[in-house]
């Protein structure tokens, strides 16, 4: 018969996204994982088999932290289009300044950091991050299409466009962050972004 696991394996999962989100995947060494969870080195294989087992989890963990959010926000049909992407620049700029370190500079987002670090070499976190973008800008060509029927956003471009234009946005506002962008920059940077959607 298996023997119970003693700890408490959200909580460990938790304590390695933050750990890979801080340092990337390959600077994080298993002593780092150790350290981040409690546990010893035994335990985190046993737990979860390998570092890259453990990482895939946590890449998985942070995506729908991070789109559960955005989903609700983007079904608020009390909001029109427009104003939805105007919430969701916004949401997106006050997450980043909230998890600054003491030289000012953002965590950025661990589905950029891992496209640019892995994605080009790992095929299943390429996957991972294939369908993590897939869904989300599902979500809001799903929006931008209601803005364009209703009149609120602009037809000019295709909706699928101005989904993946959107995209490109939120992942270049958290890399602005990484460098230490302010409010008044990334804000700068929304509102000219807003301009392509406004009729």
Known sequence: ??????FDEDRALEAAMRIFWAQGYDAT????????TGLGRSSVYNAFRSKHALFTRALTRYMELMNG???EL??????????RLRRLLARVIELDLSQRDPAGRGIGCLTVNSTVELA??????A???ARDLAERTAGLRAVIEAGQRDGTVSDRRSAGALADYFNTVLSGLRVAGQRGADRAEMTAVAEV????FTP
């Open 193 to 196: 972004a807003l301009d392509a």
């Open 74 to 83: 983007l079904a608020q049909v009390e909001l029109s289009p427009l104003e």
């Open 127 to 129: 996957e991972l991050l």
């Open 1 to 6: 018969m298996a023997r119970p696991r003693l």
């Open 120 to 125: 080009a070499g790992d095929p299943v976190v």
């Open 29 to 36: 060494s298993t002593d780092d994982l150790c350290a981040a």
């Open 69 to 71: 959010p955005q989903r």
